[in-house]
C-alpha cells in the first residue's frame, strides 16, 4: 500500500478524523486521551458493522491486531490499516518488525514504549487533541497534532562528535559539507 488515507471513525458522542501518510503511525499520550477509545471503535465496528452504532470511513479495511496470535492474524490481513493497542508487548520484538517490514498494511500502533525494532519516521508519531465539551448532548471531536515538529537543524548545528574515526566520522564529515565541525571522539569512552 503506498499513498494518504483519511479515516473517520464516531459514534454518538466521539469522532476521529485524520490521515495516515506512511504506514507506520504512532500514537502517544497521556491516560484519558482518548487512544484506547479509537482502538475500541474500531475493534467494534470490525465486529458488528453498522448494528455496532459506529460510522467508519476509510478506503481502506480497518482492523484491530491483538493477543498471543497476532502473526497468524496479521498473516491474513493484506491491504489493510491495522490498529494495535498499548498492552500488546508483540509490538516489541524483533519478529514483529520483520513482519512489518514485509507487510503491505499501514499500521497505526498506540504505545508510550519506544520501538527501537520499527523504522517509523519522527514526523509520523501524533498524539490526540480533543475539542468540544463532554456531555452526553455534544459529540466530542478528537484530531492528530504531531508532537515533533518539523525541525530546520540545518542553522543550529555548530558542532558534530562521532564515537568513531572510521566510516561514521566519514559519512558525517561528508554530509556536513563544511557548514559545520565534525571530529571524532576516539571511541564512545571519550564522548
Given at each position: ?45 470490525e465486529q458488528n458493522g453498522t448494528d455496532s452504532g459506529i460510522s ?136
Amino acid at each position: 500500500m503506498k499513498g494518504s488515507f483519511s479515516i473517520s471513525v464516531q459514534n454518538n458522542t466521539v469522532k476521529y478524523a485524520f490521515s495516515l501518510k506512511r504506514n507506520i503511525t504512532i500514537i502517544q499520550g497521556d491516560s484519558a486521551t482518548g487512544k484506547t477509545t479509537l482502538v475500541d471503535l474500531i475493534r467494534e465496528y470490525e465486529q458488528n458493522g453498522t448494528d455496532s452504532g459506529i460510522s467508519l470511513s476509510c478506503e481502506k479495511k480497518c482492523r484491530v491486531l491483538e493477543g498471543n496470535d497476532w502473526n497468524s492474524h496479521l498473516s491474513l490481513l493484506k491491504n489493510c490499516i491495522i490498529f494495535i493497542d498499548e498492552g500488546n508487548r508483540f509490538v516489541e520484538s524483533k519478529e514483529f518488525a520483520s513482519e512489518v517490514k514485509k507487510s503491505d498494511n499501514y499500521f497505526v500502533i498506540v504505545t508510550r514504549e519506544g520501538l527501537e525494532n520499527l523504522p517509523y519516521s519522527i514526523e509520523e508519531i501524533y498524539g490526540i487533541h480533543t475539542s468540544g465539551k463532554y456531555s452526553d448532548l455534544k459529540q466530542v471531536y478528537h484530531e492528530f497534532y504531531k508532537i515533533y515538529g518539523n525541525f530546520n537543524l540545518e542553522n543550529k548545528i555548530q558542532k558534530l562528535i562521532t564515537e568513531d574515526s572510521n566510516s561514521g566520522f566519514d559519512f558525517f564529515n561528508s554530509v556536513s559539507q563544511k557548514k559545520y565541525i565534525c571530529e571524532s571522539a576516539g571511541g564512545k569512552s571519550n564522548i
